[in-house]
C-alpha cells in the first residue's frame, strides 16, 4: 500500500481501495503523509470518502480538510453528523472551525453551533441530535409509521425515546419491541420507564460506562427541563471509553495524553507531552542527592551499601508501581470507591508485608553472596519495608487525588517510583546505621 | 447499603433494591460478602435477580452460585444467556461445571456446550448463537415476519445474516433497512454483502477492535465452511476491550492479570499476580550490583557520584517507561505494526534526544550547586546518553515481543526501568572515567 502511493500508481491504488473497507483505508490515511492521505481521499467516490473521513482522528481530519477545494471542503464538512463535527471543530484553530462553519446548510450549522456550546468532555458533546422521538399515547403500528417517516435521518431508530407532549422524557422503547408485539398494543405497555439518562453537561466517560453496565445501545440524553436533546449512540461510547482508556495509560506512565495517530503525531509534541513530568520528576529526584548527601559518612565508610542503591529503590519502585497501577484501573472502572481508602489501604499493606518478605529472601541470599552478611541483613530488612510503604503510598495516593478532584490516573508508575526512591533511602541507611552499628 | 446489609435490615433492603437499577444492584453484590450477596439475591424477585446476576463477574458469579440451593441455582443458570454461561463454565472448577450443565435444559445444555468447545480467548466463546437468519430470496415485509416470529428468543434482531440455502454467510441485512424500504423490496437489494466476518477461532479481542473501527452492533460469527454459527454482539464486545485494556495496564505494571472485582479478589492472589514478575526482576537488579562492584574503585575515590544513582537511573527509567507505554498502546489499537520498528526507533530516538538535552540542563544545574562542575558534567551528558537509550529500548522492545509472539505488554515500565538501569550504570562510570579523568 505504501508502495504504491510512492510509485503514485493509480490503477493499483483504485484497486486497493475497492477491495478494503473504509476503516482499513482511514488506518491508511492515518498513517500516510497529508498529500498522500488527500490522493486517497480524491480516488474514493464520495459516500465511502465520507465514511473513511469519519473514521479518522479529529486532528488527521483538520490536516486534510486544509488541503482540500472549496467545493470537496464543503461536501465532507456537510456530510458528517453533527456530533463528529462539533469534535473536529472543539479541538481546530478559530480560523479553521469559521471556514467549516461558513460552508454548512443552515440546519447543519445550527445543529453543530448547539453542540460546541457544551463543553468539552461534557455528554453534549457526543449527542446525535438527529434522533426519532415516540409520543407515549401511541400504538405499537403508531410508532413504527413515525419511524419509517422519520427515521432515515436518525443516527440510530433502535432506542426511541419516548415523550410527554413538552418532550419530556417519560423512558425509551426499542424498535425491537415495536416490531415483535401486535401493532395495537399501546406504546405505554412498552415503555422501559427506568430507562437511564445523561443531562447534556455530564461526564462523557461517566455516561459511557454506564451504557457499558447497563447494556444499552444508546442513552438518552436531556436538559435541564428534562426534554429530549438526543441520544449518545454506543459507539461513540466507546469511542470516549477507548480515548479515557489511552489517557490514562498515558498519564499512568507520566505522559499528558494527547489525541490523534500514533504515527502521525510530531517528534516534537510527543517530546512535549513527556516533558512536563520528566521535568518536574528530575527535580523531585533531587530529594534523593539530598538524602544520599545527609548519609554520605556512612556511604564513605562502607562503600558497600551504594552497591544495592539501585536494586532496593528499583524493587520499591516497581511495587509502588503495581499498586498504584491496580488502584487507579479499580477506580477508572468502578470497582473502587474514595470511600474505600481505609480497606484499601489495609489490603495492600498487607499484599506488601507478604511480596516483602518474599524479596527479603532473595536480596538476602544476593547481598550475603556478593558482599557481607551484615550488610545483608540490612538490605533485606529494608526491602520489607519499602515494599509494605510502597505499596501503602501507591495504593493511598489514587484514592486521595481522587478526593482532590485530581484525576487519580496522574498517581503514575514515575511518580510513586520517584517518591518511594528518596522515603526508601531514608528507611535504608536508618537500617544500616543500627544493624551496621555506623 | 453497607449498613442495611450489616443490621440485617430487610425491609430497608427491599426498598434500596426497588429503587436501584441491576447493574448497580450487581457492583453491591461483588463487593459484599458472599452471605450478603446471597441475601440481595433472594430478595430481588427473579427477573431482576437474573439480570443482575448476569452482570456479574464470573469468579463472583461461582462463589454466588455455590451457596444456593438446587432451585435458584437452576432458575439462575438456565436463564443466563449461553456465551455468559460459557465464560462462567470456562473458569470454573470441573465438578462446579459438572452441576451446572446437569441443572440445565438439553437444549441450552447443548448450546452451552458447543461454545464451551471453542478455545478461551476466541471469538467462539462470545458467541450469541440465538440469533435469526435470513434467506437471500425473501422481500423486505417477508424478511420482517421472520424476525416476529423467531426474534423473541433472539440475542439481537437488529443485525440480521443473510444465508443461502446451506446456511452460507452472503452479508447482513439490518433491521432498520427492513423497517424503512417498502415491504416488497428483495432483501437482496439491502444487503450489505461486504459486511465483515469473524470466524469462531479468530482472537475475541482483534474481532471486538474490528467491530469498534467499523461501528458495528453485531459482527457475523461463521464456521470453517462459512455457515453462520451467531452473532458477536456489541455489548460483548465492549467487554472484550476493556478486559483487555484491564489485562495491558496490570502487565504494564508488571503484574499479572486476573479476573475478578478489586475489591471481592483475595490478598494472597493479589499478591501472587504481582510475585512472579518482582521476582525475576530483583534477579535481573543484581546486575546493578555487579555493575557498581565492578566500579567500586571509582566509588570509594569519587563518593559524590553515588549520591546521582537514583536520580539517574530514575530519569532513564522513566522516558524509557514512557516510550514503551506509547508504542504498547499504539499496538493495542493497532497504530503500530512490527513493520514500523525502524520508524518508530528513530522517531522514539529523537524524542528522547530533545528530552535528554533539556533534562541534561537541569541536571547540571543540580550537580554543580550540590556537588562539583566536573561531577555535573558526568551527570548531565550521561542523563543525554541514557534518555536515548531508554527510549530506544523502551519502543523498540514490544516490537520485538509482538514479532515473537509475545504479548507486547508485558514490556512494562519496571521491566524497561530494570533492564535500564543496568545500562545506565555502565555509561555513567564509563563517563566518569572520561570526564574525571579515574
Known amino acids: 500500500m505504501a508502495d504504491l502511493l510512492d510509485d503514485n500508481d493509480v490503477a493499483g491504488l483504485q484497486q486497493w481501495l475497492a477491495t478494503h473497507p473504509p476503516y482499513e483505508i482511514a488506518d491508511e490515511m492515518a498513517r500516510a ?21 469519519e473514521e479518522l482522528d479529529p486532528p488527521t481530519q483538520q490536516k486534510l480538510l486544509s488541503g482540500l477545494r472549496d467545493q470537496a471542503f464543503r461536501d465532507l464538512v456537510e456530510g458528517m453528523d453533527p456530533d463528529d463535527r462539533a469534535r473536529l471543530l472543539g479541538e481546530a484553530p478559530a480560523k479553521f472551525a469559521h ?24 455528554v453534549g458533546r457526543y449527542t446525535s441530535p438527529e434522533t426519532v422521538t ?5 400504538t405499537a403500528g403508531q410508532a413504527l409509521e413515525v419511524v419509517r417517516a422519520r427515521g432515515a435521518a436518525a443516527e440510530t431508530v433502535y432506542t426511541l425515546p419516548v415523550v410527554d407532549d413538552e418532550r419530556r422524557f417519560l423512558g425509551t422503547v426499542s424498535l425491537r419491541d415495536l416490531v415483535l408485539s401486535r401493532p ?6 412498552l415503555v422501559v420507564d427506568d430507562a437511564p439518562r445523561a443531562h447534556t453537561m455530564d461526564d462523557a466517560e461517566r455516561a459511557a460506562r454506564l451504557m457499558q453496565e447497563a447494556n444499552l445501545l444508546a442513552l438518552t440524553v436531556v436538559d435541564n427541563e428534562d426534554r429530549v436533546v438526543g441520544l449518545l449512540t454506543i459507539d461513540d461510547a466507546v469511542e470516549v471509553i477507548e480515548a479515557a482508556d489511552t489517557e490514562d495509560i498515558a498519564r499512568q506512565s507520566a505522559a499528558q ?10 517528534v516534537t509534541q510527543l517530546a512535549r507531552s513527556r516533558a512536563t513530568w520528566l521535568l518536574l520528576l528530575i527535580v523531585a529526584a ?8 545527609y548519609f554520605e559518612a556512612e556511604l564513605a565508610e562502607v562503600t558497600a551499601l551504594a552497591l544495592f542503591i539501585p536494586l532496593l529503590v528499583g524493587t520499591g519502585g516497581n511495587a509502588g508501581a503495581q499498586a498504584a497501577t491496580s488502584v487507579v484501573r479499580a477506580l477508572a472502572v468502578g470497582e473502587v470507591r474514595t470511600g474505600d481508602v481505609l480497606r484499601v489501604a489495609w489490603r495492600e499493606c498487607r499484599v506488601g508485608l507478604l511480596l516483602g518478605v518474599m524479596l527479603a529472601v532473595v536480596g538476602f541470599v544476593i ?14 530488612l ?11 503510598i501507591g495504593s493511598v495516593m489514587p484514592l486521595l487525588a481522587k478526593r482532590l478532584h485530581i484525576d487519580p490516573a496522574v498517581i503514575s508508575a514515575p511518580l510513586v517510583t520517584t517518591l518511594v526512591d528518596a522515603t526508601g533511602l531514608i528507611i535504608y541507611f536508618g537500617l544500616a546505621r543500627l544493624v551496621l552499628g555506623l
Not at 529494608?382 to 501503602?392: N, T
Open 184 to 189: 395495537d398494543r399501546p406504546v405505554a405497555e
Open 382 to 392: 529494608a526491602i520489607v519495608l519499602v515494599c509494605c510503604w510502597a505499596a501503602i
Open 257 to 266: 495524553p494527547w489525541s490523534g495517530h500514533y504515527m502521525s503525531v510530531g
Open 367 to 380: 547481598g550475603a553472596v556478593l558482599v557481607t552478611v551484615p550488610v545483608a541483613v540490612t538490605v533485606s
Open 33 to 53: 503523509e497529508p498529500v498522500h492521505a488527500a490522493l486517497l481521499l480524491r480516488l474514493l467516490d464520495k459516500d465511502r470518502a465520507l465514511v473513511a473521513f
Open 134 to 138: 415516540v409520543r407515549r399515547h401511541l
Open 99 to 122: 471556514r467549516v462553519l461558513a460552508g454548512l446548510s443552515p440546519y447543519e450549522r445550527a445543529m453543530t453551533a448547539e453542540l460546541l456550546g457544551y463543553p468539552e468532555g461534557s
Open 286 to 293: 533531587t530529594l534523593t542527592v539530598n538524602v544520599l548527601q
